[in-house]
């Protein structure tokens, strides 16, 4: 006890008091570092460093309040440090929770941007132990204000502040070489997060990618043309020629792209409590009027849906960090698919219930040539209408008639559903589905929001029908990513009748599977198809469909209907899919066997090549983007988009001009009907359509600050 006293006696030196806050820091690091972060540690050498980690960091920044002379900036300045610190770990807490991830500067940078709409999942998304990230600093503060720490007005040597400054440095130097040790290149393998905290803590990594970040913005202002000439070379070796039977099936058609959120491939033709969870999802999939894909693989980085848009929209993959539509769309330069299509006399629009700022999508729209935008602002989110990340799908798809039928056809329109996304809640009265028993909420309440966005679809298909637009549109489904992560995948596997114990690296991967299907209402021909592919796939095939040649753009993905269509599925941290391999963090595992595979001569020259071919098409999608390099493409007949063209307000009106100018040769729906609404024929069981109902502790989506976009 005098022992302890003697010590505690000594939090009333500054040098003292500085301990005492390291410790505490370092102790909640350590919280974060086995409670909530995953790092896969893999032996005691690794556990050690990361013990030690957070010491170096932390002593060198609490260490420069010891600079400080007078106490009312030396406390004030510790505390601060201290606060920014600990802000720093706790939103890295929230968003690996998400994300199975660390925050980069550039997410940070662009949060602004999107974080109206995480404000609503950041909330289930904390935990009772959080209490544990801010406890020491109130202790502290209560300890200080009743005199058990005593406050020290005498200042230390300025060669002690040195002193500490050198030694948190050698202890840096001593950590960085420790890392080095047991993951040689440790910072030129740049693409993975985990192991820079894992080795080196959140500061270090937070300052390293801060360097990243300007470094990236330097290199697109030096970037010049002759860099296209590699990208140009490996995208003509990979391009790969239509398949003759149906290249411009679809020639014409309306295209309706219905983007299932967070929709995973384990959810068609299952059964939860003897009840089916998408029985219509299920017809139109196992239809003879569609082409449905079970070896397809969603491919998104930290972009998430942002990223499933990039590779559809672009051929393009998403970065390796952060979105592509947050970081560069405001000013890259695209040869998308919104203006293929308008170029070959397509209306194109996207239909979303929440804000245009998410995500960046009023910026990046206009630079991929999207002419309609119908966000938020165009449908009643009020009171019980909406969730967290806006309009309910059945409202989305009901509400959008309104303007779809003013649109000249043939059109491409987009519809980005959101009530399928984490944490999966829903008002009761929208769904009464029989949820499995799991004991995790959020692989329960997957079901039953999945189950409503099944709903959801069939009745905007029964509208397709009664309209006549069914039979002149192709419609494409698609998946984004997973919608249960990597740590929900034990509880998941009991649904899927598989034992928890046994569950692996491999399993997880091959649960990345998202549907993709092409349905041709009236067509005959349909099947599910088994090549592998992924999103990047995606783009290529559906020009094809469409009878538009990819050929003359830079696209990172095949026609998934090609002979030559590459099998290898790229993940956005060089993992990869084929059909006999699956490759996790480096270990290869046997798709027949599911297990670890140790490679003979072969099988090793097949499995490098697929890797260099990952890492190849990977990167130079990385350098197109990064450096802006398609401002200096110019593909014969087609047009540069001008994002000063496109302007998001009052999209009804400038339908409805148009349909006037042309008169008797418009092509809208509603032109088509006598100049009727066709809204009669779309009938929903959406409750809140019914009762009126508000609740003022919604979140609000309608977006009062964001008029750029419009
Ligand atoms: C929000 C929606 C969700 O607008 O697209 O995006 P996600 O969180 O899935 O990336
Ligand atoms: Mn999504």
Known sequence: MERFKKIWARTGTRMGFVALLVILFWLKTLVAYFVDFNLNLSDPFQFMILLLNPLATTLLLFGLALYFKRARFFYPFLFLIDILNTLLLYINVIYFREFTDFMTVSTMLGYSKVDQGLSGSSLALTSPHDVLYWLDLVVVLVLMATRRIYIDPRPVNKRVGLAVTSLSMLLFAGNLTLGEMDRPQLLTRTF????????????????????????????????????????????????????????GVAKGKNVIVIHLESFQQFLLNRKVNGQEVTPFLNKLYNS???????????????????????????????????SLFTQLGNDNTFQAAPAIFDQSGYTTAVFHGNVASFWNRSNTYKNLGYQYFFDASYYDTSGDKSLGYGLK???????????????QQPFYVKYLTVTNHFPYTLDSEDSSFKTPNTGDKTVDNYFKTAHYLDQSVKEFYHYLKK??????SIIMLYGDHYGISNSSNKALAKVLGVNPDDWDDYDNAQLQRVPLMFNMPGYTHGKVEHQYGGEIDVLPTLLHLMGISSK??????????????????????????????????????????????????????AIEKMQKHVNEALS???????????????????????PNDYNYADGLEK?????????????????????????????????????????????????QDDTSGK
């Open 655 to 703: 339908a409805e001009k148009i349909e006037d100018k042309l008169g008797l040769k418009s092509t809208s729906l509603f032109s088509r009907n006598g100049d009727k609404s066709t809204q009669k024929w779309y009938s929903t069981d959406a409750p809140e359509l019914n009762h009126k109902e508000t609740d003022s502790n919604r979140i609000k989506i309608t977006n």
């Open 393 to 407: 799908d059945k409202l989305l798809f009901n509400d959008s008639v309104k303007y779809l039928q003013h649109l």
């Open 192 to 247: 993975d997060r985990t192991y820079v905290v894992k080795y080196l803590g959140l500061d270090a990594f937070t300052v390293y990618d801060g360097i990243k970040t300007q470094h990236t913005s330097e290199v697109r202002s030096h970037a010049k043309k002759s860099e296209l000439d590699g990208i140009l070379k490996f995208v003509h070796q990979n391009y790969a020629a239509p398949n003759k039977k149906l290249y």
């Open 288 to 322: 003879k009027s569609t082409y449905s894909f079970d070896n397809f693989f969603h491919e998104v980085g930290q972009g998430k849906t942002s990223d499933a848009e990039t590779m559809l929209e672009t051929g393009t993959f998403g970065l390796s960090q952060g």
């Open 620 to 642: 130079y999608s990385d350098s197109l983007n990064q450096k802006n390099l398609l401002r200096f493409y110019h593909p014969k007949g087609f047009t540069a988009v001008d």
């Open 552 to 605: 003359k753009y830079l696209q990172f993905g095949t026609d998934l209907f090609s002979k030559e269509h590459n099998q290898v599925v790229a993940f956005r941290n060089r993992d990869w899919e084929s059909p006999d391999y699956t490759s996790v963090d480096g270990t290869i595992y046997s798709n027949k066997t599911g297990e670890e595979l140790h490679p003979t001569g072969k099988q090793k020259a």
């Open 467 to 472: 309209s006549g637009l069914a039979k002149n």
